[in-house]
């Protein structure tokens, strides 16, 4: 069978650690889209793993792919790779020929752009690690895939036409000197050698075909999801968006599996039990002014800063028209909802139910950012829990969480028509409460 793991909010919702949890009884990881940009912090017996790229079931010992739909970074990936074998692990990765390949001069674009928009409503505040454009590449028809650097050929040509290209925009329309980057020669040498260490360690697949046998073959797939839904390219709030698909449907088109395989296993939202959001945007339930101290307190004590760029992370409220947009946008079968810890003890609790538009009532997002900047939210406020033994609730199992924590978790699994399979008491793997996994 298969699970589907979905990021329900702006990313950074602690999937990591359920993708870790749940990968035990997977024979397969599988990232669909994204690239280094994602940050999955995984913490095992007191170690703390920082994965950027390598599927987090890797660290359990499973065949992590990277599929069609993924943007790839081979320094990264090697880098990766490297820092798990000091550790003493020794990951399976494999990489799908049909996955595009990061190149230096994506990451120039990738900051070229943003100091562009500087001053401009259009800045995103990537993480610049290239990906944006590189899937502009892919869609635009002159990207390079992992596939084209086994034939040094074939990369020459690619890079000629492409880097000339670049270099163009980047000298002419950006009046920046093309370094290193834009060097072909220098591209050809170092991402051939990539395609031949690849090669010689058996990282290459056909996804489509190597996920299809082992589904076949009666094999779990587990599909890690990088990101969130309100920063999916088609249903998030463009253009503060990352440039693929975090949503269901990318995992069948990132993989190359078919949608009536995921549709038949089951989909899990992962929740954050507070909203964070690193880079631009809106955020109509984000605490600011008086609450200040709130947000200051949440983000210290939930570790509220971008795994891959440092940045200190926005900090909102809850907000449930996001929740409902997701579960509609990827049809959750189940949710997991992460950080309840970081709630307690404090002063108020407050949860978005709905917003107000334009004198009118919403309970999901409009399609415009706009539109959604000028969202003012409704709230409901909730009764706080306090501090408890997590270890122990883990332990004890779901009655042992506060009742007004459960009345929270509860809340939202009637709004969102899916159960709570599990609940995130801790950032330890085994700080979860599980009610359910959702291979049973
Ligand atoms: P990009 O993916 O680097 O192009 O960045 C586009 C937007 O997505 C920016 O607002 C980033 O902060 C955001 N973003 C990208 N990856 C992540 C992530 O893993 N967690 C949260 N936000 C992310």
Redo the contacts with the bound molecule.
């Keep these: 069978m298969t699970v589907t793991i979905v990021g329900a909010q702006?990313?950074?919702e602690g999937k990591g650690a359920l993708v870790d949890r749940w990968g035990e009884e997977a024979d397969t990881v599988v990232r669909y889209q994204g690239g280094d940009?994602?940050?999955h912090t995984v913490v095992e017996g007191g170690e703390e793993y920082k994965l950027s790229l390598v599927p987090s079931g890797c660290v359990r010992g499973k065949t992590g792919v990277l599929g069609n739909g993924c943007v790839v970074n081979p320094r990264t990936l090697f880098d990766e790779i490297e820092t798990l074998r000091e550790k003493g692990l020794d990951p399976d990765v494999r990489v799908a020929k049909r996955a595009h390949v990061i190149l230096p001069y994506h990451r120039v674009f990738d900051n070229m752009e943003e100091t562009d928009k500087e001053d401009t409503d259009m800045k995103?505040?990537?993480?610049g690690?290239g990906?944006?454009p590189t899937y502009e590449d892919k869609a635009g028809r002159r990207g390079v895939r992992i596939g084209d650097l086994l034939d040094t050929d074939v990369l020459r040509n690619r890079l000629e036409y492409t880097v000339a290209n670049k270099r163009a925009i980047a000298e002419e329309v950006y009046g920046i000197d093309a370094g290193v980057e834009f060097d072909v020669d220098e591209l050809v040498a170092e991402f051939a050698e990539y395609g031949r260490r690849l090669q010689e360690n058996d990282m290459l697949v056909e996804a489509g075909d190597f996920l299809y046998e082992q589904h076949e073959a009666g094999g779990n797939l587990l599909f890690e999801g990088?990101?969130g839904t309100s920063?999916d390219i088609d249903h998030g709030n463009y253009p503060?968006?990352?440039?693929s698909n975090p949503t269901a449907g990318g995992a069948t088109v990132g993989s190359g599996v078919g949608p009536g395989v995921v549709g038949a296993g089951e989909i899990v939202g992962i929740v954050k039990a507070y909203l964070s959001r690193?880079?631009?945007g809106p955020l109509p339930t984000e605490m600011e002014d008086d609450e200040e101290d709130l947000a200051d307190e949440i983000r210290e004590k939930g570790g509220e800063f971008g795994t891959v760029t440092g940045r200190p992370r926005r900090i909102g409220w809850l907000d449930v028209p996001m929740l409902r947009h997701a579960a509609r946008r990827s049809s959750f079968t189940g949710l997991a909802v992460n950080h309840v810890d970081v709630l307690a003890g404090l002063e108020e609790l407050q949860v978005c139910h709905s917003y107000e538009l334009d004198g009118e009532t919403r309970e999901t997002v409009p399609a415009t950012t706009e539109e959604w900047a000028r969202c003012e939210p409704n709230f409901r406020e909730f009764e706080t829990w306090s501090e408890q033994d997590w270890s122990a609730v883990a332990e004890e199992g779901y009655d042992a969480l506060p009742a007004a924590c459960r009345d929270y978790l509860e809340y939202l699994e009637s709004e969102l028509g899916a159960p709570v399979y599990a609940v995130g008491v801790g950032p330890d793997r085994d700080q979860t409460v599980e009610r359910q996994t959702p291979w049973e």
């Design positions: 702006l990313g950074d940009n994602a940050g995103v505040g990537t993480t690690r990906i944006g990088a990101q920063i503060n968006v990352t440039s690193v880079g631009e």
